[in-house]
């Protein structure tokens, strides 16, 4: 069964940091490309980073640029997101999601209608 099972999220204070681990089962993690995305309470889903398939390429939304690490171990089948200097619009429910199977493929995808599998999510509460 092909699943993606976030976890690492929580309520912190601002300026506070929280790494988002994302760990795939029923698949190779390493023929995907990998991204994670947020929703916020009355808003659309949005981008917030992805890593390609290979040469791990990446690439962030302005919004969290500078702030934000994505990465990948796929010894661990698993991809994260380390966010740092934590701010209250960053709360919201992230969503990691993986796009394949894809080889030899060094473009991180910023397009979610291009992600096959979807987590259920992990909540992120940025308090000041």
């Known amino acids: 069964q092909v699943q993606l099972v976030e976890s690492g999220g929580g309520l912190v204070q601002a300026g506070d940091s929280l790494r988002l681990s994302c760990v795939a089962s029923?698949?190779?993690?390493?023929?995907?490309?990998m991204g994670w995305f947020r929703q916020a309470p009355g808003k659309e889903r949005e981008f917030v980073a992805a890593?390609?398939?290979?040469?791990?390429?990446?690439v962030y939304a302005d919004s969290v640029k500078g702030r934000f690490t994505i990465s990948r171990d796929n010894a661990k089948n698993a991809a994260f997101l380390q966010m740092n200097s934590l701010k209250l619009e960053d709360t919201a429910a992230y969503y990691c999601?993986?796009?394949?199977?894809?080889?030899?493929?060094?473009?991180?995808?910023?397009?979610?209608?291009?992600?096959?599998?979807w987590g259920q999510g992990t909540q992120v509460t940025v308090s000041s």
């Open positions: 999601a993986a796009t394949g199977p894809r080889h030899f493929d060094i473009s991180p995808i910023r397009s979610a209608s291009a992600y096959n599998y």
């Open positions: 029923g698949f190779a993690l390493s023929t995907y490309a």
């Open positions: 890593i390609s398939q290979s040469n791990y390429n990446t």
